[in-house]
């Protein structure tokens, strides 16, 4: 996480559970579900962009498609544009296949991976690379996250170490309500994030606080088409 962009201070005001945001959420018998989630992108209140998730679980194996869209102006002058796309197989909650495309700021990135022999090869604009054991991501939906100690950059490639650390339960206001939380603090490499969970462990809130000083908003935003079943 070493663009621009992600050098901003994050807090997701989520004021939810996942299943409150859901827009798609179907289960049947077989063990099948989707969902997917869809934020307004606000940069110290100004609205930059979108970022959408969609996951389908089957059984033990899940898809996730993720894509983000940031434009940053300055009296109507454009100064930071962010494009990013990434498709992602999981199985037992471990990754198994990802390619991803980023556009930040004219700098590309890619990364497309192929699974051998219980390694995960990554191709990226680095170079070639190969992570063994149960890969995961920076995907804060997942909590067995809080139990990593390397995550996958989906923009780079990069394998990065963290350490996470349980900060206990407080309260969280949201809106004049407050809610229960328990906090989990992200340590990479220049940066700190604070995670908040619900008491059953649905993630509700992220914040960190960077260098620049500015303050990125995602606010939950339905998909029309989705909603009306389209």
């Avoid at 798609?24 to 100004?46: I, Y």
């Avoid at 494009?83 to 495309?101: A, F, G, K, M, P």
């Avoid at 349980?166 to 604070?194: H, W, Y």
């Amino acid at each position: 996480m070493k663009n621009w962009l992600s050098r901003l201070v994050f807090v997701f005001l989520a004021a939810f559970t996942l299943s409150e945001v859901s827009i798609a959420n179907t289960t049947v018998n077989t063990g099948s579900s989707s969902k997917s989630w869809k934020f307004r992108v606000m940069l110290d209140d100004r609205p930059i962009g979108y970022h959408k998730v969609d996951v389908n679980k089957e059984q033990n194996r899940k898809s996730v498609h993720t894509q983000a869209n940031f434009d940053v102006k300055i009296l109507f002058i454009p100064v930071y544009s962010y494009d990013h796309e990434t498709q992602e197989r999981w199985v037992d909650n471990c990754l198994v296949d990802i390619n991803s495309t980023t556009d930040d700021n004219g700098e590309d990135y890619y990364i497309n991976s192929k699974q051998s022999e219980q390694k995960l090869t990554l191709e990226t604009q680095d170079g070639m690379s190969s992570l063994e054991g149960c890969v995961r991501t920076f995907a804060y939906w997942d909590v067995d996250l809080l139990n990593s100690d390397r995550l996958l950059n989906t923009q780079t490639g990069e394998y990065e170490d963290v350490e996470i650390t349980d900060m206990g339960t407080g309260v969280l206001s949201f809106d004049g309500n407050e809610v229960e939380a328990r906090q989990f603090r992200l340590v990479a490499e220049g940066m700190a994030i604070d995670l908040w969970y619900t008491k059953d462990m649905h993630w509700l809130a992220l914040e960190s606080v960077t260098e620049s000083g500015a303050v990125l908003r995602y606010l939950p935003e339905k998909d029309p088409a989705l909603a009306s079943g389209v």
